[in-house]
């Protein structure tokens, strides 16, 4: 069983800042991606940032130099620094852990942690 666990969530006002944190455990691959995806209401799941065991990462344009996605191997976790926060940010944000063995890919979701910028 593998389990991932979100922290860090919160509200803040416009221009602030928050740390996401997510752990993951159990039966976890040393190959693997993490990442964070986020849904805003009445909107679909998107993509935020991912890194990869290697630690490549990506993000969508939206929140390029503003968020930055870090990870931490021996502890199998992964943080989400968010600066310069915009209304437009807010919504639940899932972690992700996706992994591949033999051909396979297994993926995990957390539970989710709500982020709202307001003033």
């Known amino acids: 069983q593998v389990q991932v666990v979100e922290s860090g969530g919160g509200l803040v006002q416009p221009g602030g800042s928050l740390r996401l944190s997510c752990a993951a455990s159990?039966?976890?691959?040393?190959?693997?991606?993490m990442g964070w995806y986020r849904q805003a209401p009445g909107k679909q799941r998107e993509l935020v940032a991912t890194i990869t065991n290697a630690v490549i990462t990506n993000y969508v344009d939206s929140v390029k130099g503003r968020f930055t996605i870090s990870r931490d191997n021996a502890k199998n976790t992964v943080f989400l620094q968010m600066n310069s926060l915009k209304p437009e940010d807010t919504g639940v944000y899932y972690c992700?852990?996706?992994?591949?063995?033999?051909?396979?890919?297994?993926?995990?979701w957390g539970q989710g942690t709500q982020v709202t910028v307001s003033s």
């Open positions: 159990g039966r976890i691959f040393s190959v693997n991606t």
């Open positions: 992700n852990l996706e992994q591949r063995r033999s051909g396979a890919i297994f993926t995990h």
